[in-house]
């Protein structure tokens, strides 16, 4: 958030630095992933999630600030505001949809399952 | 009292504070790309919801090129800062450095769309099309929407390097060209969230 001191304009442009700031964090933070992925991934499954997912939204917060030159005073205040709420939304809707969902297929697979299931297990 | 020729009086600040010509432009483009954004977030659930359910066709493993992913990512990524650059021209009123970059971001921007036409018609080649299972369908409905993004956003390139070289870079022209590169920005973060949860969690 630092590279944003020498523009003038009253229109956000951004500056040369700060892009080619933002464009090497971006291939830094995209060659992470896809290495450890192509390269096999760690033994843990998890880890190997966890690090994909990491750098994605380190990612996406870096777009945000050198790309898209989103901070807490453009447009007096109300990119941020609305791109907060926007992903207070997001986030409702994509946890809930996995997490009802996810809830729904474990309630529903026994029954679909039933024949294949020892007599007796279900209740 | 009141005189039909009379403008009524204002009980409110007609002008509160000056505004600079195309701010509520930018606001409002904002405000379109966040509900965008809800868009992409409801592909993105479905397809988190049904990446599982293959009905015993080919899962990411058997599908997906990740060399392939890699190589569009940096197609976008390099267009990204392209279009950067167009617009750093474009504050200096270099209109000629401007068009060029633009061109520039153009490329890049057709050859990730000639790369993913490929993976999609090498997919339907090998029977996994979107109707083959749930998950291809989630699948060919997300990617293939940021695709259709893109598609439109590369004509709307074309669109204002037309307007640009007729009229040059005056300030409608200025504003047009910022709002656009809020749009394509926005796609590459977007393409962030598919390579991440589509192909690289789809492989791990």
Redesign the interface.
Same mark, same amino acid.
């Given at each position: 958030m630092s590279a944003r001191s020498h523009d003038h304009?009253?229109?956000d442009?951004?500056?040369?630095r700060g892009?080619?700031t933002?464009?090497v964090l !971006?291939?830094i933070l +995209?060659a992470i992933?896809?290495a450890v992925?192509?390269g096999g991934?760690f033994d843990s499954?998890a880890l190997?999630?966890l690090v994909?997912?990491g750098?994605?939204i380190v990612?996406?917060l870096v777009?945000?600030v050198y790309?898209?030159h989103m901070n807490s005073h453009s447009?007096e205040g109300?990119?941020l505001i !609305?791109?907060l709420? +926007?992903v207070v939304?997001?986030v409702i809707?994509?946890a809930g949809?996995?997490w009802v969902?996810f809830h729904l297929n474990t309630n529903m697979m026994p029954q679909m399952n039933h024949d294949l299931l020892p007599s007796g297990v279900q209740s | 009292m009141s005189t039909p020729s009379t403008q009524p009086a204002a009980y409110w600040e007609v002008e509160p504070h000056h505004h600079?010509d195309g701010?509520s432009t930018?606001?409002g483009f904002?405000?379109y790309l966040?509900s965008d954004?809800?868009m992409f977030?409801?592909l993105?659930?479905?397809f988190?919801?049904l990446h599982g359910s293959y009905a015993a066709g080919p899962g990411p493993k058997e599908l997906f090129d990740?060399?392939l992913v890699?190589l569009n990512?940096?197609f976008l990524?390099f267009s990204?800062?392209t279009y950067?650059?167009a617009?750093?021209c474009?504050?200096r009123d270099d209109q000629r450095g401007t068009l060029r970059w633009l061109g520039i971001t153009l490329v890049f921007g057709l050859l990730f769309l000639a790369v993913e036409l490929y993976e999609f018609h090498h997919l339907i080649h090998l029977g996994a099309g979107p109707q083959r299972s749930a998950f291809l369908s989630s699948f060919f409905a997300l990617v293939g929407t940021h695709g259709l993004h893109v598609a439109f956003g590369s004509i709307w390139l074309v669109t204002l390097m037309v307007q640009v070289n007729r009229k040059g870079l005056i300030p409608a022209n200025k504003r047009r060209l910022?709002c656009l590169s809020?749009f394509w920005?926005?796609l590459?973060?977007i393409w962030?969230?598919v390579?991440?949860?589509v192909y690289?969690?789809g492989?791990?």
């Open positions: 304009d009253s229109h442009h951004g500056s040369f892009y080619v933002g464009f !971006s291939v +995209t992933p896809f992925v192509m991934g499954r190997t999630a994909v997912i750098c994605a990612q996406v777009h945000m790309f898209l447009e109300w990119t !609305s791109t709420f +926007t939304i997001v809707m994509i949809s996995l969902m | 600079e701010a930018n606001i904002w405000v966040m954004c809800l977030a409801v993105f659930a479905t988190g919801v990740l060399e890699a990512t940096a990524l990204s800062i950067g650059f617009m750093l474009m504050a910022s809020l920005h926005f590459d973060v962030i969230g390579f991440t949860l690289l969690m492989m791990i």
